[in-house]
Structures are given as C-alpha cells and as structure tokens.
T-cell receptor, first 113, second 112 residues
Framework: EPEVTQTPSHQVTQMGQEVILRCVPISNHLYFYWYRQILGQKVEFLVS????????KSEIFDDQFSVERPDGSNFTLKIRSTKLEDSAMYFC???????????FGSGTRLTVV | TQLLEQSPQFLSIQEGENLTVYCNSS?????LQWYRQEPGEGPVLLVTVVTGGEVKKLKRLTFQFGDARKDSSLHITAAQPGDTGLYLC????????????FGQGTTLQVKP
C-alpha cells in the first residue's frame, strides 16, 4: 500500500537553529499538508499546499515557517529559527483529488533544546 | 470557529466490553472522518461519513453521522486489546482547502 514517508523520524536541535523536515507524499496525490501535535494536545493544521503554492496557512505558520516542493516528489517544511515551543510531532499528509481522507506519514519528532 | 469535542477523553475497559466514543460540534460539517493513531505513528483513516444519518460498519466498529451533520459516534462491540489506541475525529474546515480540524482524541485502553 502506498505510504507517505517522513525523514528524519527524530530530530534534536538547539534553539535558534534551522531545521528542515522532509516528506515524500504518495505519487499521484495532489494536495499536501503539514500538521503538528504537541505532546498531549490536538493535532493542529499548519499549512496546505496545492499546485505549487500555499493554499491556506494557520496562525501558527508564521514567517519562521516555509514549505517547498523542490523537485516534484519531496515536500519540505523549514523552520528558520527554532523555539522551544516548536517541539512537537510534525506530520506530513497527502490527499488525492476528490478524496476526503488523508494519508499521514509516521511523523518527525522535533525536540528543541 | 469550528470546533470538535470528543468524549470521553480516556476510556479503560476490559476485553469483551462495548463502548461508544462521541464527537460533537455546534457547526455543521460536510463530512467527518475517524482516525486511529498508535503511539509514535501518524493517524490512520478508518472511515469517512458524508450523509446525515449515515451508518458505516468496519468489522466490530460502527460509525454514525448525526442527522444534522454536527456530530458522530464510534461504537466498538466486544473490544479487544488490539483496539487500544487514540481515536480521533476530524472534519474539513470551511475554507475548502481540505484542511482538517481535529478533535482532541479519545485514548482507549482495552485490558485483556
């Protein structure tokens, strides 16, 4: 069964450092998303991406965040200057045209120290 | 603001018992989805309900969408330890970008 692949599975970074979280969505999916889940809290929407541009972003997705689909297969989330409160599980998800349900990756656990 | 509230937040039962998890909102949703999440993994889609009053079954799991499309329930019959996990309901936001709004989840523990 097709999967959404995320790397790395764990990332520890120092406050103020840049991190790039990588995702390979399912190949025939057209809609891509990043969500995050702080420990013990709800899964929160960060950003949606379609047709090579952001279609919606949440209040969390400020100037420190950016997304890219550099080569038609990878979908990356960059955090420019990490803060302690960025520590969370980050999930990439993709969806095909006309489908309601998403396929989520296994997530990247980001720990900012 | 669209919100989804799940209840209960935690449920610990014995194998063989039945249970129901609720997902409620004051907003109408065009559809609702149920996901199951294991520790350290991403949510996995179980079902999407689209029509008010719709009932879908997945083996021992029964999902219902409220007539007014503001609520949904998940009923598990004869729970097994393998059902242990975090159950999430989610619905599309009003912006039509496919963004999902999640409930806070129900953690289910089924003891053998």
């Amino acid at each position: 069964e097709p999967e959404v692949t995320q790397t790395p599975s764990h990332q520890v970074t120092q406050m103020g450092q840049e991190v790039i979280l990588r995702c390979v969505p399912i190949s025939n999916h057209l809609y891509f998303y990043w969500y995050r889940q702080i420990l013990g809290q709800k899964v929160e929407f960060l950003v949606s991406f379609y047709n090579n541009e952001i279609s919606e972003k949440s209040e969390i997705f400020d100037d420190q965040f950016s997304v890219e689909r550099p080569d038609g297969s990878n979908f990356t989330l960059k955090i420019r200057s990490t803060k302690l409160e960025d520590s969370a599980m980050y999930f990439c998800a993709s969806r095909r045209q006309g489908a309601d349900g998403y396929t989520f990756g296994s997530g990247t656990r980001l720990t900012v120290v | 603001t669209q919100l989804l509230e799940q209840s209960p937040q935690f449920l610990s039962i014995q194998e063989g018992e039945n249970l129901t998890v609720y997902c409620n909102s004051s907003s109408v949703f065009s559809s609702l989805q149920w996901y199951r999440q294991e520790p350290g993994e991403g949510p996995v889609l179980l079902v999407t309900v689209v029509t008010g009053g719709e009932v879908k079954k997945l083996k021992r799991l029964t999902f219902q969408f409220g007539d007014a499309r503001k609520d949904s329930s998940l009923h598990i019959t004869a729970a097994q330890p393998g059902d242990t996990g975090l159950y999430l309901c989610a619905g599309p936001g009003s912006s039509n970008t496919g963004k999902l709004i999640f409930g806070q989840g129900t953690t289910l523990q089924v003891k053998p």
